[in-house]
T-cell receptor, first 110, second 113 residues
């Protein structure tokens, strides 16, 4: 069953703008991860945030986690054409299973 | 370093035919192994999850099965494919500790005709 739900399903922004994607989940988690998928390829890990963390940065990526609201956000600053991809959140539940959401398709316009 | 291999990359199979997708991991021991399916333009659905040899958890009822004959080998099978089995199948592994990253293979495109 799906655990995470990303929002929006699709997002188009101009190059240079910031992109924000959200993820909501249902049950208690150990951690939450964000992944990126280029069309027709495997997923690549971007960043992990643990349940006791509230914010994490990695380069142009900023992830927040609000366990009280069971939600997370991924912010990509100063977007580039190469950021065009699908982005997925994945939650690790207490029984160590990792479940992915449906993803957000991000399109950076030149 | 760890690597994951998944094959075949592309497969076109008739309805009712059998299926075997294979995945192997190198450079680590006792990994957690996963099979996911992704329908066109959709999210990932967890199909099977294994924490050790012979230990398989099935997440959704279906006509697919999985086996783990060796520590770093994970096989997805079907005796008779359905049209609805078409999709992009991804094998993945992670360490056995909480908070481990999942590493994905490049995927297998299955088209059932």
């Amino acid at each position: 069953s799906q655990q995470g739900e990303e929002d929006p399903q699709a997002l188009s922004i101009q190059e240079g703008e910031n992109a924000t994607m959200n993820c909501s989940y249902k049950t208690s988690i150990n951690n939450l991860q964000w992944y990126r998928q280029n069309s027709g390829r495997g997923l690549v890990h971007l960043i992990l945030i643990r349940s006791n963390e509230r914010e994490k940065h990695s380069g142009r990526l900023r992830v927040t986690l609000d366990t009280s609201k069971k939600s997370s956000s991924l912010l990509i600053t100063a977007s580039r054409a190469a950021d065009t991809a699908s982005y997925f959140c994945a939650t690790e539940s207490r029984d160590d299973k990792i479940i992915f959401g449906k993803g957000t398709r991000l399109h950076i316009l030149p | 370093s760890q690597t994951i291999h998944q094959w075949p990359a592309t497969l076109v199979q008739p309805v009712g035919s059998p299926l075997s997708l294979e995945c192997t991991v190198e450079g680590t021991s006792n990994p957690n192994l996963y099979w996911y399916r992704q329908a066109a333009g959709r999210g990932l659905q967890l199909l099977f999850y294994s924490v050790g040899i012979g230990q398989i958890s099935s997440e959704v009822p279906q006509n697919l099965s999985a086996s783990r004959p060796q520590d770093r080998q994970f096989i997805l099978s079907s005796k008779k494919l359905l049209l609805s089995d078409s999709g992009f199948y991804l094998c993945a592994w992670s360490g056995t500790f909480s908070g481990n990253t999942i590493y994905f293979g490049e995927g297998s495109w299955l088209t059932v005709v």
